[in-house]
């Protein structure tokens, strides 16, 4: 790890638990530039100012550095605002027309943070369950300055207003159809009846109980992981959740959950991540294992590879446009991916590489037949 990385890790671990930096890591040279692309590279800047807040005056940044990160600070407090309202109006809302919505995710966990406002926003997502999902998909549409996105077996996205909204018909897929009916089936022994809540604007909203939660979130983790590129911000996501329900998390179903979902190595080796890089409390994570350093130092390096959802990645770069070139590029990518995967978690990799090639041929499948019917139409 660099002095620059070391440093980041520290202002990052301050800010996370309300702590002071170490401000004899900032005595000598900092490259507060490369500090700073850090910090927007793994959309933390709030979390890094409040670091960077616990130093001293001498140790802190130029003002010009400064006055940039305050003007991202406040962006972020605002968003985070404009989201919390958001979320409750549009629950009350489903809730009024009969539907029973869940938070996943997002502004459900900045509530976990030591400083909730200061938690990099996205969309809000809605559990919406498989029998209300087309009702409320229609009732969504169906209200002024709304725009559907695109839709997948999962969830369906629109844009209401300048928000992102995902209505999910399912939390999340698993990649064979064993762990998937297993993933689905601990879902409905919970939904709808068996959620906490989190207030937001005084309104009580509806999200994940914990155990079931800090599953998920890893499981959404290693998704990007395995997929498009993972950030640190859904790493803090976990350790803040973590440490928020560490006295209510039912270990025993937890540990049964990981075996079943064939998770409970990826979980020890993004645990030594949760504890050794971002400070979690030992005893505040479950079945912590320090073999599996390694593994979390591989993964290290990969997130500051691809960045948050891989948007830094440069494997990426210079996708070609035509279709067949695309999917081809797209194929040298994922075999090139999933050896590196394969070398870190064999299990998990096999079976995304199933589920990658069957879904590959689907997609082709289904582009083909769009196409035929579209030339049938213009013949």
């Known amino acids: 790890m660099t002095h620059t990385e070391t440093q ?36 933390l800047f709030a979390i890094i100012f409040d670091g960077i807040s616990s130093l001293p005056s001498p140790q802190r940044p130029p003002r010009a550095f400064l006055i940039n990160w305050y003007a991202q600070l406040a962006y972020i407090e605002e968003t985070n605002r404009t989201l919390n309202k958001a979320a409750a109006n549009l629950y009350k809302q489903y809730e009024e027309q009969g539907f029973t919505p869940v938070l996943l995710k997002g502004q459900g966990i ?40 695109h839709e997948t077996d999962k969830h369906a996205c629109y844009k209401v207003g300048e928000e992102e909204i995902e209505n999910h018909r399912y939390v999340s897929r ?11 089936q601990i879902t409905k022994e919970w939904f709808p009846d068996g959620c906490e809540t989190v207030c937001l ?34 790493l803090t ?8 329900y560490s006295g209510t998390i039912d270990k025993v179903q937890l540990q049964k959950h990981l075996q079943r979902l064939g998770l409970l190595k990826v979980w020890k ?42 948007k830094n990645n440069k ?18 990518y994922n075999i090139n991916h999933q050896i590196r995967l394969f070398r870190l978690f064999p299990g998990l990799s096999l079976r995304y590489s199933g589920y990658f090639i069957y879904t590959g041929f689907r997609q082709l499948w289904w582009d083909w037949r769009k196409n035929e019917k579209a030339v049938k139409k213009w013949e």
Request: some cysteine; glycine content about 6%; aromatic content about 14%.
């Open 174 to 184: 698993q990649y064979t159809p064993r762990t998937d009916r297993y993933f689905q």
């Open 269 to 310: 080796a993004f645990g030594c991540i949760a504890v050794h890089t971002l400070g979690l409390p030992l005893e505040e994570f479950p079945f912590y294992d320090n073999t599996f350093q390694n593994k979390a130092e591989i993964i290290l390096q990969r997130i500051f590879l691809t960045g948050n959802m891989g």
């Open 110 to 149: 900045a509530a976990c943070y030591h400083n909730p406002l200061h938690r990099n926003s996205g969309d809000i997502d809605w559990l919406i369950g498989e029998k209300d999902y087309r009702q409320a998909n229609e009732w969504l549409q169906s209200q002024p300055n709304v725009r559907k996105d």
């Open 8 to 43: 980041f890790f520290e202002l990052l671990r301050a800010g996370l638990w309300g702590a002071e930096a170490r401000k004899e890591l900032f005595e000598g040279a900092t490259d507060w530039g490369e500090l700073f692309r850090l910090s927007k590279e793994q959309t």
């Open 237 to 244: 996501d976990w350790v803040c959740l973590l440490h928020h």
């Open 201 to 234: 604007e005084n309104t009580n909203l509806r999200i994940p109980p914990a155990t079931y939660n800090v599953l998920y979130i890893l499981v959404h983790a290693v998704d990007h992981f395995i997929t498009s590129g993972l950030g640190l911000r859904q």
């Open 315 to 332: 494997d990426l770069k210079n996708r070609p446009k035509s279709y067949l070139g695309n999917k081809l590029f797209s194929l040298r």
